[in-house]
T-cell receptor, first 115, second 115 residues
Framework: AQKVTQAQTEISVVEKEDVTLDCVYE???????LFWYKQPPSGELVFLIR??????QNEISGRYSWNFQKSTSSFNFTITASQVVDSAVYFC????????????FGTGTRLKVLA | DAGVIQSPRHEVTEMGQEVTLRCKPI?????LFWYRQTMMRGLELLIY????????DSGMPEDRFSAKMPNASFSTLKIQPSEPRDSAVYFC?????????????FGPGTRLTVL
């Protein structure tokens, strides 16, 4: 069965600290896709990144970086030098290449960045 | 380019009333999803359309809920009669193409309160 686990319910950091949000997934498919979304206090869901199961290269985009490790079924998200504007709920999601094309969402991690 | 458009943004109604939520997907996208977000259940997929045809409605909670997509640029989610437990944020998302690797783009959501 497919499953996405975000064990960290809430994290608080002080501005400029680095923070890593964990995402662990379960799937029996060999081809699948992983996503991260940000939900700021305003409520919308903002797409951050997509990674396919054949590409284990880490990705960096500004202060954001993602570490994908198939061996541990993890797709972790790190924010470097966090800022107050990073305060949001972050969701990890899994989509399989076969079947219904649904997203399986994790329960989200609420990040609070304190000034 | 305009993103996914949802209306209304907020809806307050009384139990027993009919509620209609509206969504305009991104032009050219042929997949449309309706989600519901609550504190208790997180993000739940209600129904998924592809090329205006409902593909998977297994997430629709009960017969009080119905969804239509009369054309590629418009979808509705109707609740009749509404109940207090339907109070939630309802998101519409669209995706270009069949491939599950394509990310979904979410609308701003409709916050529904049923008194």
């Amino acid at each position: 069965a497919q499953k996405v686990t975000q064990a960290q319910t809430e994290i608080s950091v002080v501005e400029k600290e680095d923070v890593t949000l964990d995402c662990v997934y379960e799937t029996r498919d060999t081809t699948y896709y992983l996503f991260w979304y940000k939900q700021p206090p305003s409520g919308e869901l903002v797409f951050l990144i997509r990674r396919n199961s054949f590409d284990e290269q880490n990705e960096i985009s500004g202060r954001y970086s993602w570490n994908f490790q198939k061996s541990t079924s993890s797709f972790n998200f790190t924010i470097t030098a966090s800022q107050v504007v990073d305060s949001a709920v972050y969701f990890c999601a899994l989509s399989e290449a076969t079947g219904t094309y649904k997203y399986i969402f994790g329960t989200g991690t609420r990040l609070k960045v304190l000034a | 380019d305009a993103g996914v458009i949802q209306s209304p943004r907020h809806e307050v109604t009384e139990m027993g009333q009919e509620v209609t939520l509206r969504c305009k997907p991104i032009s050219g996208h042929n997949s449309l999803f309706w989600y519901r977000q609550t504190m208790m259940r997180g993000l739940e997929l209600l129904i998924y359309f592809n090329n205006n045809v409902p593909i998977d409605d297994s997430g629709m909670p009960e017969d009080r809920f119905s969804a239509k997509m009369p054309n590629a640029s418009f979808s509705t989610l109707k609740i009749q009669p509404s109940e207090p437990r339907d109070s939630a944020v309802y998101f519409c998302a669209s995706r270009g193409g069949l491939a599950s690797y394509n990310e979904q783009f979410f609308g701003p959501g409709t916050r529904l309160t049923v008194l």
